[in-house]
């Protein structure tokens, strides 16, 4: 199965996904992850997204896809993956598409995790206070002023993401405000219906 999990930042696509993909044998692919992991082995992908990840803004498009292209193809995703934090955009979309169809796979299913933002202030705060609490180092972008520019950001390029699946019949939203179980109970059940 191939699967798509939209949401805004903090709204618990990570979460899930992990939970997902150990529930149905494949990979979660988070975009954060693999550009995170490339800036920490200083890759020039890495070098490039550093700073604009500091700063809380979108990496482009073109960085992104490679990243993403690169790592669908490879022999773990054979049977599916979850794509968590990608596509953010509708060019990203479209080119998905791209290589889905150039390598004759598609997207079964996009799940949008739906979420008030003014609770997800919260979760990312308590995430970073909690990282920080446990000795580690939280997220570069888990402040107040990256997640309000995330939150924009999102809203004006990711949002639309919704009506783009929902155009081609993939869509299914839950409530992400649910807890944690009742999302993970809700998510399976919108993929198996």
Do not use: H
């Not at 070098?47 to 809380?56: F, H, I, S």
């Not at 955009?89 to 169809?101: E, F, G, H, M, S």
């Amino acid at each position: 199965m191939r699967i798509v999990l939209l949401g805004p930042p903090g709204s618990g696509k990570g979460t899930q996904a992990t939970r997902l993909a150990q529930r149905l044998g494949i990979p979660e692919l988070s975009t954060g992850d693999m550009l995170r992991a490339a800036v920490s082995a200083e890759t020039p992908i890495g070098r490039k997204a550093k700073a604009m990840m500091e700063r809380g803004e979108l990496v482009p498009d073109e960085l992104v896809v490679a990243v993403v292209a690169e790592r669908i193809l490879r022999p773990d995703a054979k049977n599916g993956f979850i794509l968590d934090g990608f596509p953010r955009t509708i060019a990203q979309a479209a080119a998905l598409d791209d290589i889905l169809l150039t390598n004759g796979l598609n997207l079964d299913c996009v799940v949008e995790l739906k979420v008030d933002e003014e609770v997800l202030l919260g979760r990312i705060l308590n995430r970073a206070k909690e990282a920080t609490t446990n000795g580690q180092t939280a997220r570069v972008d888990d402040t107040e002023g990256a997640l309000r520019i995330r939150l924009d950001e999102y809203r004006r390029q990711t949002a639309p993401l919704a009506d783009y699946y929902r155009a081609k019949g993939i869509l299914k939203s839950i409530d992400g405000l649910q807890p944690v179980n009742k999302v993970a109970t809700s998510l399976f059940e919108a993929l198996v219906a």
